[in-house]
């Protein structure tokens, strides 16, 4: 084999071996096809990461509009450097978008957030998207004519996707109006970890009666029986944790467990107390049990002075006042149980007065023995309160261990009463209160559901959901899960998404690139649906 050495048009030199015999235009011809090779094994352009490529499109068209500005008062020398740095600008930005034009399309079209969204009338929701664009491609670097073109595509871009949006809207914005459930409510089930339905978030009594009628709906029935297992789940945990004792379930078994955990919890804070006999709390006790008293001789009473309610009363007030030093946890316990034993005794037989006067007493020595240790004593309240409630009638379904939502709301309000209303309860028991009384709950499916449904498809439901109530009709497992899922409850409370400018023209610049004027407007009108 002889060897040759080449020289290419770049000045590099190769050394190549051909054929003994071999012509210089055999060896050439042979060098060329080499080198074709080698340039067709290269790799071609590294694709561009999305934020690279949002970034590309973003400063080209910050320069666009920076040169575009410039441009009417340039002279002669500017205009020629303006003129090449746009040469330049669209060879840079032709391998961006060629490798990555979804990000280069957001980035170049970021202005358009400046554009106002929310407008009131038909014309205005149309008409903002068409002047941003318009005024976006008239500010942008080029000749007259080539600004009043790009100008009027954009207006015409815009005016399409926004009237195709308003006509798509019309069917598929499914609320009308926001709402009907606080937005406390929602955030205080979002804590506890329940999971609105499309209708619970939105209060709709046409989506309640679609969700009823799809839980007893073949192959819809598990999507809602698995969505309405979860919330009665989430609620009994909360439960059970202002109970004390974490548990999915709420049953007999599980009450009386917490209670002895709660009452193990207690005997040893009451164990631990110290109260001092100068505390103030205790004095103001006893000072308030002595002018009741004196104003209740003073007059008619009930109250025997010789009974066994009076000498416990005498009693205690003396051995405060003359207690040579602080009354530590047994005594303090002895002393509780009397009082309070006696106070029970005393409203039991109808004897207000009597009671009043022990109660007087007991709540000061309840305070003076919390304190320093006020966040334990106000913890073991909550868990004895939640299970006084969960242990009334009707709260806990004794056969499946479920809390009964509506009537624990009930109770937690009759307990305690302005304090549920001003939103003041302790931890999670607000919360609990603010789900069970105003978050709509999910049913079981009711006898009547069905017909509800079927009565209310050529009426609210069909008009405000008609694409839910399709699938409702066509595929019960379709709009089941469309009720039950978040993505699907946004949609059915809130629409598809805001009005976007951005989101428009990145849609038709990307039907634009397939060639379809007529899809780049309907792709461009779905990011404008539902925004009323």
Do not use: C
């Not at 320093?372 to 299970?387: R, V």
């Amino acid at each position: 084999m002889a060897k040759f050495q080449i020289t290419s048009p770049e000045g590099k030199r190769f050394e190549i071996e051909a054929p003994d015999g071999a012509t210089e235009q055999d060896v050439m011809a042979y060098a060329q096809k080499q080198a074709q090779q080698s340039m067709s094994h290269q790799p071609g352009p590294k694709p561009a990461g999305t934020a690279d490529a949002i970034l590309a499109g973003l400063n080209s068209r910050a320069d666009k509009l920076a040169d575009g500005i410039v441009q009417p008062f340039a002279d002669d020398h500017v205009s020629r450097g303006l003129k090449a740095l746009e040469a330049d600008r669209n060879t840079r930005d032709a391998a961006v978008k060629k490798t990555n034009p979804m990000g280069f399309a957001l980035g170049d079209n970021l202005p358009l957030m400046a554009v106002p969204g929310g407008q009131a009338t038909t014309a205005g929701r149309i008409a903002a998207p068409a002047i941003g664009a318009a005024a976006m491609e008239g500010l942008s670097y080029g000749s007259t004519e080539e600004r009043l073109k790009r100008a009027g595509m954009g207006a015409a871009e815009g005016a399409a996707g926004g009237g195709l949006g308003e006509l798509v809207g019309r069917f598929i914005k499914p609320m009308r109006a926001g709402s009907t459930v606080p937005d406390d409510v929602l955030e205080a089930a979002d804590r506890l970890g329940i999971k609105p339905t499309a209708g619970q978030s939105s209060g709709s009594k046409s989506l309640l009666k679609m969700e009823d009628a799809l839980t007893q709906t073949p192959f819809a029935q598990d999507v809602m029986g698995r969505k309405l297992g979860q919330q009665r789940t989430a609620m009994n945990q909360a439960a059970a944790r202002s109970a004390g004792m974490p548990s999915d379930v709420i049953d007999q078994k599980y009450l009386a467990a917490a209670t002895d955990a709660a009452g193990v919890e207690r005997n040893a804070l009451e164990a631990a107390a110290q109260v001092s006999p100068v505390d103030v709390d205790l004095l103001v006790g006893v000072r308030n049990a002595q002018q009741r008293l004196g104003k209740m001789q003073s007059g008619p009473s009930s109250l025997v002075n010789d009974g066994p309610a009076s000498k416990i009363i005498n009693d205690f007030t003396d051995f405060v006042q003359n207690a040579p030093g602080p009354m530590d946890g047994a005594t303090y316990q002895s002393w509780k149980t009397l009082l309070t034993d006696a106070k029970k005794t005393a409203f039991d037989g109808k004897d207000t007065g009597t009671g009043k006067v022990l109660g007087d007493l007991l709540e000061g020595l309840n305070k003076a023995a919390q304190k320093g240790n006020e966040k334990a004593w106000k913890n073991s309240d909550i868990k004895f309160s939640t299970l006084d409630i969960l242990k009334s009638g009707n709260v806990v379904n004794e056969a499946t261990g479920d809390v009964h939502a509506r009537t624990l709301a009930s109770k937690f309000y009759g307990k305690f009463g302005n304090a549920a209303k001003e939103g003041k309860l302790p931890g999670e028991l607000q919360d609990i209160a603010l789900v069970a009384k105003g978050l709509p709950e999910m049913r079981e499916g009711s006898q009547t559901a069905g017909r509800a449904m079927w009565a209310g498809l050529g009426g609210a439901a069909a008009m405000q959901f008609p694409l839910t109530t399709a699938a409702a009709v066509g595929v019960p497992t379709l709009a089941s899960r469309l009720l039950t899922s978040p993505m699907g409850a946004q949609y059915l409370t809130q629409g598809l998404a805001s009005q976007n400018p951005v989101l428009q023209r990145i849609l038709l610049e990307q039907a634009q690139r397939a060639g379809t004027i007529g899809g780049a407007s309907a792709l461009s009108g779905l990011s404008l649906a539902g925004q009323r």
